[in-house]
């Protein structure tokens, strides 16, 4: 697969971009902030019908065939406008974790629903900082899920979800219908509300195994599949906040002339821009890997350069909007508050960086 | 990628490999600078005479008539074994081109196949003690003979990279000080051979002599040594800056490779634990790799756009500024790792294979070709479109400028 996109790639990213800026907007996006557990429904309904939902997922199963890359220019055009739901990449890694080892009648039930949008997945993998832990305490012992999942991203949104639990003889992935008695999924305030957030219980909840030779592994690919998903809408985040500072500091004049003629100024915004473009091409390079060996090193690439740019960039853009940067009516704590979400959600630095240094060291097996 | 430029890539690869052992980076090893030299000089020569000395020229100029793709396969071919091609980049480059644009048929031909086989040297003569970046406040001045027509050449250029070995040189001088800077400069060549013109090895930190300071005093060239009209010299100058567009480039910025410094970390302890273990090595490894990561991406787009026939974006620009300033900071850091061995100082090592020579030799890659500063002003003002830097001696004729 090729990085330099084709035609019809870039014209599923601007009609993309186009849609999305014509049915959303930032006054939507706060009224979500004042409130807990509730997601953007105007979003999940414009990804459901322009069939965003089934892009990864084959034909036969529901789904519009097409590809990480294709995924890739919907989730920075959703980045862009600090749009979206949890849902574009955990939705995507149930979808995946499902293709890959669900059995036939799980497969049946579940990927329609998830490529029509009308199912919502999550994933519950983390206990604690520890995202891909080898023992998890929620245990699974004949088919029924015990113990609990915390800070679930779309946890009280979703219909279905796959989690990493302790089976009778090892890690196991377990998929999980979330709406039986058994389960209870509680929102909690945070401060990106619409990510639906949730802590989840379950008490004696029937669940599916999954066939998976190894669960811990399935589980990090699962979340490498996101991380490809989350650097593009950290990037479409990122190049947003730059091109922000960048305009801002066109038409703000001081000292008799636009800020942007500072060199303190413009530097920081063309540093601002080598981030962005680093992780673009990071990002764009995991997508188009996907399926070869260089797929894990390159999605923790595109990880650690996304969530430093987004997290650098959004700072830095506030800094140079001064004043009127850290107020509610301005839409940068929008993208603040999203550049932090989206790092914490598909793991943090940290854990990218290990699971980087030990691919690149030949550490595992 | 097209089959046609793999299977080129791939003969390229083939008949380099055949070279190693003549021109490679161990054949190299303890030799003089003159023996240096005088290997890259048939190492150019081994090139011609193989077809890839000037793989995107004319062939009437002895090229090969390909296009930018297939000069930059074989130049990341070649990159990978050290071969002595140090002294020719500037004269193939810039100023050898430039003169095939200008000057009449003839001597040009011959000149262009002497220096493509190493036979001859050209340097390029912009920079000044008092003007790095700002290339138009040049002060070396040409001066017309009325009776003769000659061009009479006085003042002090600097940084010119290999000038000692050089036979001839692209020169841009002030030829008329009443109007504003950029409209008063001329362009000529000049033989360095020539009366009155004195070339002074500058030794840079790390202890080599790359660059030098030239003296011109009262050199006299015909009026035939000119390219381009009077008071054109500024538009010629810029014209040969960007004619090596596509250079094959490296992501550890000329500095070891990012796997020396893991088997190295793997291999050092700290506190009784490969160092390799330690979190503060860990991020640094990370942070490095996805930084290369993305330079090479970039790359590899460039690479894709010029096969697709499209014009590569501007992101080329970011290549010297990150790659460069990443290799200082994780030179000084392996040196750090390293501990009191990190002083260790072996001139036997290129600056790929040695943290220590890596990080002596960081600074001048990091300024030469233009400081970060500069670097991202130009991105700022050329990509972003951000205002340019207050220039109070625009519009003001040269030799009123204060000075």
Not at chain 1, 284 to 302: K, R
Not at chain 2, 368 to 385: F, Q, S, V, Y
Request: glycine fraction near 10%.
């Amino acid at each position: 697969m090729s990085i330099l996109y084709d035609e019809q790639q870039q014209a599923i990213a601007d009609e993309a971009g186009r849609i999305l800026t014509a049915r959303t907007s930032s006054a939507r996006l706060k009224e979500l902030l004042e409130v807990t557990g509730q997601y953007d429904d105007v979003f999940w309904e414009t990804c459901r019908e322009q069939g965003w939902t089934g892009i990864g997922i084959p034909e036969d199963n529901g789904g519009i065939g097409l590809g990480l890359i294709e995924l890739g220019l919907v989730a920075e055009a959703c980045g862009a406008l600090a749009c979206g739901a949890p849902f574009l990449n955990t939705g995507f890694g149930v979808a995946q974790a499902i293709l890959r080892y669900g059995d036939a009648a799980t497969r049946a039930e579940w990927l329609p629903k998830l490529a029509s949008g009308e199912a919502i997945g999550a994933i519950g993998f983390a206990e604690g900082a520890d995202m891909v832990p080898g023992g998890p305490a929620l245990r699974c012992t004949n088919g029924r899920l015990t113990g609990a999942k915390r800070s679930v991203a779309g946890g009280s949104a979703a219909d279905v979800a796959v989690v990493l639990a302790s089976g009778e003889h090892g890690p196991v992935l377990a998929l999980v219908k979330l709406g039986q008695s058994g389960v209870t999924a509680t929102a909690f305030e945070t401060f990106d509300n619409s990510r639906c957030t949730a802590d989840i219980a379950f008490d004696n909840a029937e669940a599916v195994v999954l066939d998976t030779p190894d669960a811990l592994a399935a589980a990090q690919e699962v979340l490498s599949l996101q991380a490809v998903i989350a650097a593009h809408e950290q990037v479409g985040g990122a190049n947003k906040m730059m091109t922000a500072a960048r305009d801002y500091s066109l038409t703000r004049h001081a000292f008799g002339q636009p800020i942007g003629g500072f060199q303190s100024v413009k530097h920081r915004i063309a540093e601002d821009y080598v981030l962005v473009e680093l992780a673009r091409a990071n990002a764009v390079q995991a997508a188009a890997s996907f399926g070869t060996d260089t797929f894990a090193v390159n999605a923790a690439a595109a990880r650690l350069s996304a969530t430093e740019a987004y997290d650098t960039v959004s700072r830095d853009s506030v800094q140079v909007h001064g004043g009127i940067g850290v107020t509610w009516d301005a839409d940068l704590h929008l993208h603040q508050r999203r550049a932090r979400s989206l790092a914490i959600e598909q793991g943090p630095m940290v854990f990218w960086e290990d699971t980087l240094v030990d691919l690149l060291a030949g550490d595992v097996a | 990628m097209t089959t046609a430029l793999e299977i080129y890539r791939d003969n390229a690869a083939a008949w380099l490999q055949t070279q190693i052992a003549e021109f490679g980076r161990e054949a190299r090893r303890g030799l003089s600078h003159e023996e240096d030299l005088a290997l890259g000089r048939r190492w150019q020569a081994a090139k011609f005479g193989a077809g890839y000395s000037a793989i995107t020229w004319k062939p009437e100029h002895c090229g090969q008539g390909l296009t930018a793709l297939e000069k930059l396969a074989f130049e990341q071919e070649e990159i990978k074994h050290g071969f002595p091609n140090d002294y020719f980049g500037v004269s193939l480059g810039m100023p050898v081109p430039i003169m095939l644009r200008y000057l009449p048929d003839g001597w040009k031909q011959e000149r262009a196949t002497a220096a493509l086989r190493g036979e001859e040297i050209w340097c390029q003569l912009f920079s000044e003690p008092a003007g790095g970046s700002d290339l138009a406040g040049l002060r070396t001045r040409a001066e017309q003979d009325p009776a003769t027509g000659d061009w009479i050449i006085n003042g002090q250029k600097l940084w010119t990279t290999w000038a000692q070995h050089s036979d001839y040189g692209v020169i841009v001088a002030r030829t008329d000080p009443s109007v504003p800077k950029h409209k008063g400069l001329t362009y000529y060549w000049v033989d360095m051979k020539a009366p009155g013109v004195t070339v002074r090895p500058v030794r840079l930190a790390e202890g080599t002599s790359e660059v030098n300071e030239v003296f011109f005093d009262d050199v006299r060239i015909p009026d035939s040594q000119r390219l381009g009209p009077v008071g054109g010299g500024f538009g010629v100058a810029m014209e040969t800056l960007t004619i090596e567009r596509y250079q094959a480039t490296d992501p550890a910025g000329f500095g070891p490779p990012l796997q020396l410094f893991i088997d190295e970390a793997k291999a050092i302890k700290i506190k009784g634990r490969p160092a390799i273990e330690d979190g503060r090595i860990r991020e640094r490894i990370a942070r490095t790799y996805a930084m290369q990561s993305a330079m090479g991406a970039i790359y590899e787009r460039t690479l894709l756009s010029l096969a697709a026939g499209l014009q590569p974006g501007p992101e080329g620009a970011v290549h010297k500024l990150v790659s460069v300033r990443a290799r200082q900071k994780l030179s000084e850091f392996a040196v750090d790792l390293k501990g009191v061995e990190g002083m260790r100082y072996d001139d036997d090592l290129t600056r790929k294979e040695s943290w220590s020579k890596s990080w002596m030799t960081a600074p001048t890659g990091r300024i030469a070709g233009g400081a970060d500063e500069m670097l991202l002003n130009t991105i700022a003002e050329r990509i972003l479109g951000l205002p340019q830097d207050h220039r109070p001696d625009k519009g003001v004729p040269f030799n009123q400028i204060p000075r």
